[in-house]
């Protein structure tokens, strides 16, 4: 597939999204169905949120024209589990589940793209290239993609930066398939990256519209299943291709670097201090750009610029050992987690 046509179908999503929103916004503001500034929440006004509803619209459309019908058959199970976790995210946004409704809510759709699907991870990787059993893969798999789900969930707390990164993944991911000659996930990648495109427009500081769980965990599903698929795909390219990237693992991480770090610091520090890890609280790395002193649009963009920086390493060190790179990713997430925590504590001696 030329380029051009991925370019295209990005402009196409790009387009749609920026056209749906306005009534999305008008509607959601005349059936007063805002989202509350709650303790936890950084916004102060009644907001719009499930902008997720527009984004997935602009994508579903030009998916119709993008896709032939041989791949939405080949597909349907993603595209089910897909719109059952759309749908999960939408009655969390109208009335709010339990952290264990909204978990299994997503695990059965997750199941059935994992087990019937196919859509699962071999092996791990260059970390242990031994196969795994059906039943364990089919375990493992259904857990990274709820884990990753969640992660991205979770990053959604300022004006932005749920959608600079996604927007991020699903670009470098959508040029990673294209390169391979994997055009079906290209295509969905790339549509993703300019419908959120559009999203951001009505998202960034002072934000319209929020994208909610109604965007939220369909668009962290597709990255994860897109992640998983890079991890297969990667495995079964030949050594000597160029876009093969001998540290999957490694790769995949730094890749959603961001929600990944931020998820498993906030669980850690909330297990500290004797709170459930489903307490939404101010702890997130991007709570910590605002206290001191970044504006939403500042502190989106510097950790849309960080995750870049971790892309970039990957991609440096593609010919690293898994384990190697993991270190090395590891470690920078500790030295800006480190830096962070000197900064803020300086902050507040001064003040």
């Given at each position: 597939m030329n380029a051009l046509f991925l370019f295209a179908f990005a402009t196409i999503a790009l387009i749609l999204s920026v056209f749906f929103f306005p009534i999305l916004i008008k509607l959601l503001h005349r059936w007063e169905v805002l989202d509350h500034p709650r303790d936890h929440k950084i916004?102060?006004?009644?907001?719009?949120?499930?902008?997720?509803?527009?984004?997935?619209?602009?994508?579903?459309?030009?998916?119709?024209?993008?896709?032939?019908?041989?791949?939405?058959?080949?597909?349907?199970?993603?595209?089910?589990?897909?719109a059952i976790i759309f749908f999960t995210g939408l009655r969390d946004d109208i009335l709010n589940l339990t952290p264990?409704?909204?978990?299994?809510?997503?695990?059965?759709?997750?199941?059935?793209?994992?087990?019937?699907?196919?859509?699962?991870?071999?092996?791990?990787y260059g970390l242990h290239a031994a196969p795994l059993s059906d039943p364990w893969?089919?375990?493992?798999?259904?857990?990274?993609?709820?884990?990753?789900?969640?992660?991205?969930?979770?990053?959604?707390?300022?004006?932005?930066?749920?959608?600079?990164?996604?927007?991020?993944v699903f670009f470098v991911l959508g040029a990673w398939f294209w390169a391979v000659g994997n055009?079906?996930?290209?295509?969905?990648?790339?549509?993703?990256?300019?419908?959120?495109?559009?999203?951001?427009?009505?998202?960034?500081?002072?934000?319209?519209?929020?994208?909610?769980?109604?965007?939220?965990?369909?668009?962290?599903?597709?990255?994860?299943v897109l992640l998983v698929a890079f991890l297969e795909s990667n495995q079964a390219l030949d050594h000597t291709n160029l876009f093969r990237v001998r540290a999957s693992v490694g790769a995949a991480l730094?890749?959603?670097?961001?929600?990944?770090?931020?998820?498993?610091?906030?669980?850690?520090?909330?297990?500290?201090?004797?709170?459930s890890p489903f307490k939404a609280d101010r702890n997130h790395l991007h709570h910590q750009l605002l206290r001191i002193g970044f504006s939403h649009a500042q502190a989106a963009l510097a950790l849309g610029a960080v995750n870049a920086a971790f892309i970039a390493l990957a991609w440096f060190g593609r010919n690293w050992s898994d384990p190697l790179l993991l270190a090395v990713v590891?470690?920078?997430?500790?030295?800006?987690?480190?830096?962070?925590?000197q900064v803020e504590k300086r902050n507040a001696r001064k003040n």
């Amino acid at each position: 597939m030329n380029a051009l046509f991925l370019f295209a179908f990005a402009t196409i999503a790009l387009i749609l999204s920026v056209f749906f929103f306005p009534i999305l916004i008008k509607l959601l503001h005349r059936w007063e169905v805002l989202d509350h500034p709650r303790d936890h929440k950084i916004h102060s006004a009644y907001t719009p949120s499930m902008g997720g509803i527009c984004i997935l619209l602009a994508v579903a459309f030009t998916l119709l024209i993008a896709l032939p019908f041989s791949e939405w058959v080949r597909h349907k199970f993603f595209f089910i589990a897909f719109a059952i976790i759309f749908f999960t995210g939408l009655r969390d946004d109208i009335l709010n589940l339990t952290p264990w409704q909204k978990l299994l809510g997503q695990i059965l759709p997750i199941a059935l793209v994992v087990v019937l699907g196919g859509m699962k991870i071999s092996s791990f990787y260059g970390l242990h290239a031994a196969p795994l059993s059906d039943p364990w893969s089919w375990v493992i798999t259904i857990f990274v993609i709820v884990a990753l789900t969640n992660s991205y969930n979770l990053i959604d707390g300022i004006d932005g930066l749920a959608g600079v990164v996604s927007a991020l993944v699903f670009f470098v991911l959508g040029a990673w398939f294209w390169a391979v000659g994997n055009f079906t996930f290209a295509t969905l990648s790339f549509i993703f990256f300019g419908s959120i495109l559009g999203f951001l427009y009505y998202n960034w500081q002072p934000s319209k519209i929020f994208m909610g769980d109604t965007g939220t965990l369909p668009i962290g599903f597709a990255l994860s299943v897109l992640l998983v698929a890079f991890l297969e795909s990667n495995q079964a390219l030949d050594h000597t291709n160029l876009f093969r990237v001998r540290a999957s693992v490694g790769a995949a991480l730094s890749v959603m670097v961001i929600p990944i770090f931020d998820t498993i610091r906030v669980v850690i520090l909330r297990l500290l201090n004797g709170q459930s890890p489903f307490k939404a609280d101010r702890n997130h790395l991007h709570h910590q750009l605002l206290r001191i002193g970044f504006s939403h649009a500042q502190a989106a963009l510097a950790l849309g610029a960080v995750n870049a920086a971790f892309i970039a390493l990957a991609w440096f060190g593609r010919n690293w050992s898994d384990p190697l790179l993991l270190a090395v990713v590891i470690a920078g997430c500790f030295g800006l987690s480190f830096i962070l925590y000197q900064v803020e504590k300086r902050n507040a001696r001064k003040n």
